[in-house]
């Protein structure tokens, strides 16, 4: 999948940022270099392999440590939406940024 000029234009855009045309070259060539190296690792035959939850279990076995999941710190959502220019139900509200 390459990425096309006119695409890091878009990206630019909705991220709000301002790219000079040498920042933008240089942006399509890191970004379809990142491309091609997803593309190298997907081409990879997976098959048959377990996933891992750390590293270190594919040298040794390794016990978890698991904690119980409880709660630790009080219910602050309120004091935290306090500064929040738009809070619906409890959530945030943000504007539409995806056309």
Request: no cysteine; net charge negative.
């Amino acid at each position: 999948m390459a990425i096309t000029p006119q695409d890091v234009s878009r990206i630019a855009m909705l991220a709000r940022l301002q790219l000079s045309a040498d920042e933008e070259r240089a942006m399509l060539g890191q970004l379809n270099e990142f491309f091609g190296i997803v593309a190298r690792m997907e081409a990879v035959d997976t098959s048959g392999v377990e996933p891992l939850y750390t590293p270190l279990s594919a040298v040794a076995a390794v016990q978890l440590r698991l904690r119980d999941d409880a709660v630790t710190e009080p219910d602050q959502r309120e004091a935290n939406q306090a500064s929040a220019p738009l809070v619906e139900d409890g959530l945030f509200l943000v504007p539409k940024v995806i056309e």
